[in-house]
């Protein structure tokens, strides 16, 4: 091989584009933030605050990590939808100094004045929006609708800082609900785009012969049902109205799941990961619809079904296959990952069902679904850190 043959060293370029810096703080905040809420739940002192600890963990793992892995996916789909140039350079820069604020003054909470913490937490999904909104707006993307789930993002992010303020616990329960709502509704619009496409790729490329089940009807009904569940849980929280639109949401998600023929994908992780990940959004709803109207210990936590199993498989799903065709590499899950993949799945089941189904204390079960969480994404940051820190395998840039 000639000198001039050979492949260029690999660089740092952890801000050659969107999905790079927040890929990364997305895993490392799931890390950080969780480990400090395990440390809280066993004795660990605490700066006092206005609200609830538990809803600390519920703001950050919501506004913190969340909104990392949306921010990166955004920075970098939005590009690919409308033909427009990469976010990079100082631009991004400015986006992950905007989100660092936000959470270290979340750390500090109430050391800091609320005027300050308002400001400094209530501006990155502006940004966010001041950054992608030009591209979908010039080019009349499909994809526009996204911008109001980001205005609605932002909203139930001000209203939990106003209860923090007020002290009013229930307005900080109501905006971190309806903040999972919007995540739920986000992941409906892009799941139901790439969880059939990219199926429907990986089998037909292996030989098979497939098509995804999905008519207008049932789109624009599932679409529809979500959005009535956020506003049942922002207006009618525990009612009848809310049981019955989250059931009815729980059956469309789950008819519109079946449609694409996840149980074909056994053999290759990166694809059905996305389909065990969005299982979670069915089942949450049910149980949800099951603890309000009946009281069964074993659907209490609902929540975390939605918020850590939909929200949290989804982003891992999403975060492990875009990066690596962003990096030039191929679309084949790292073993360690797919061990990531399992552990994710079995925290999410010990955190749901394990203080019903297990002869263990409550916050035992927490500490065993904590751990597996950890060890899941420290495999993920070990495999990824450095293919998103360093360029791309092909010689690409990006």
């Not at 270290?104 to 990155?124: K, N, Q």
């Not at 992010?157 to 971190?176: K, N, P, Q, S, Y």
């Not at 002869?359 to 450095?386: E, H, I, M, N, R």
Request: proline content about 6%; aromatic content about 12%.
């Amino acid at each position: 091989m000639n000198r001039t043959d050979r492949p260029e060293p690999a660089t740092w370029v952890p801000f050659a584009y969107g999905f790079r810096p927040f890929f990364l703080l997305a895993g490392l905040y799931a890390l950080l933030s969780l480990a400090a809420w395990l440390w809280v739940l066993h004795g660990g002192a605490w700066p006092p605050a206005t609200l609830p600890l538990q809803y600390w963990h519920g703001h950050e793992m919501i506004f913190g990590f969340i909104a990392a892995a949306i921010a990166g996916f955004l920075l970098t789909a939005v590009p690919s939808w409308t033909g427009s140039r990469g976010f990079a350079g100082a631009p991004l820069v400015i986006l992950v100094l905007l989100w660092l604020t936000g959470r270290i003054l979340f750390w500090l909470g109430p050391a800091v004045p609320a005027w300050m913490l308002a400001v400094g937490e209530l501006s990155f999904v502006p940004a966010l929006v001041l950054a992608i909104a030009p591209s979908l707006l010039r080019a009349k993307n499909r994809n526009r609708i996204l911008l109001v789930v980001l205005a609605l993002f932002w909203a139930a992010d001000a209203v939990f800082i106003l209860g923090m303020i007020r002290g009013d616990a229930m307005m900080g329960r109501t905006a971190l609900l309806a903040a999972t709502d919007v995540v739920l509704i986000l992941v409906t619009i892009i799941g139901g785009r790439i969880v059939p496409a990219f199926t429907g790729n990986a089998l037909r490329s292996g030989g098979a012969q497939v098509s995804m089940r999905s008519t207008p009807a049932i789109e624009r009904l599932v679409l529809a049902s979500m959005l009535a569940v956020l506003l049942c849980d922002v207006l009618l929280p525990g009612s009848g109205a809310t049981i019955i639109v989250s059931a009815l949401a729980a059956l469309l998600q789950f008819w519109r799941l079946v449609g694409w023929h996840g149980w074909r994908t056994a053999r290759q992780p990166i694809v059905w990961v996305l389909h065990l990940a969005y299982l979670w959004l069915p089942l949450g709803l049910s149980l949800k619809a099951l603890s309000l109207a009946s009281g069964f210990e074993w659907a209490a936590f609902w929540q975390h079904a939605l918020g850590a199993g939909a929200a949290g498989m989804m982003i891992v799903a999403v975060m492990t296959r875009a990066a690596l065709g962003h990096t030039g590499r191929p679309l084949r899950a790292h073993p360690a990952v797919v061990i990531a993949y399992g552990l994710l799945a079995l925290a999410v089941t010990v955190r749901v069902f394990g203080p019903a189904a297990l002869p263990l204390p409550y916050a035992s079960v927490v500490l065993v679904a904590g751990v597996l969480w950890l060890a899941a994404f420290a495999l993920y940051l070990v495999v990824y850190t450095p293919m998103l820190l360093r360029s791309r395998a092909d010689g690409k840039p990006g």
